[in-house]
């Protein structure tokens, strides 16, 4: 398994600002997934992100409002921009190891909301 | 495409009841199953996995075992505690993208 950090945990933030958040690993991962659960939904995948170059995102997902950036192993962001309410969710990282076949592993999520 | 469905929630039990939580999913290969949890406030947990056909995932009392006939995974648990309650996704990987595909989850309230 992997040891997975994410920061903020949680943040209450204005409507049309922008929030970053960090996923830290501590060890080397080939995949790494950014994810977005809605209020009492399930998981939905924003994008895969890929160390040193652009990240690739699932429909309806658009790299101008959630820019993604890996630029290493362990390592990566994603920016929620010009965000509304409707962005309120929680944003989970995932990663799948090493040696670890297709299993992925989550980060503890970051709650947003947007007032 | 692949997808997997669930039963819905909420279920409710009394402590030291048994536990099924019903999962049947549509691949057009051979996927790896799983199933997660989310305890209040957290993110998921990798709960038990199976990775071909007949494999009996476990873990802290649970099981679920991969019927392909069937295209079930169903998560049992002989006898359920408080600490149980949580939401439960059912989960599949198709092994070309490493990309995972979830069940819309089942929230699970144990009584004590």
């Known amino acids: 398994s992997a040891v997975i950090s994410q920061k903020p945990s949680r943040d209450i933030c204005q409507r049309g600002t922008s929030l970053t958040i960090q996923c830290q690993v501590d060890s080397q991962v080939t995949m790494m997934f950014w994810y977005r659960q809605q209020p009492g939904q399930s998981l939905t995948l924003i994008a895969t992100a890929n160390q040193g170059s652009e990240a690739t995102y699932e429909s309806g997902f658009v790299i101008d409002k959630f820019p993604i950036s890996r630029p290493n192993l362990t390592f990566s962001t994603l920016t929620v921009s010009n965000m509304s309410p409707e962005d309120s969710s929680i944003y989970l990282c995932s990663v799948v190891v090493s040696g670890g076949g297709d299993t992925q592993y989550f980060g503890p999520g970051t709650r947003l909301t947007v007032l | 495409g692949d997808s997997v469905t669930q039963m819905e929630g909420p279920v409710t039990l009394s402590e030291e009841a048994f536990l099924t939580i019903n999962c049947t999913y549509t691949a057009t290969g051979y996927p790896s199953l799983f199933w997660y949890v989310q305890y209040p406030g957290e993110g998921l947990q990798l709960l038990l996995k199976a990775t071909k056909a007949d494999d009996k995932g476990s873990n802290k009392g649970f099981e679920a075992t991969y019927r392909k006939e069937t295209t079930s995974f169903h998560l049992e648990k002989g006898s359920v505690q408080v600490s149980d309650s949580a939401v439960y996704f059912c989960?599949?990987?198709?092994?070309?993208?490493?990309?995972?595909?979830f069940g819309k989850g089942t929230r699970l309230h144990i009584l004590p």
């Open positions: 989960a599949l990987s198709d092994h070309e993208d490493d990309k995972i595909i």
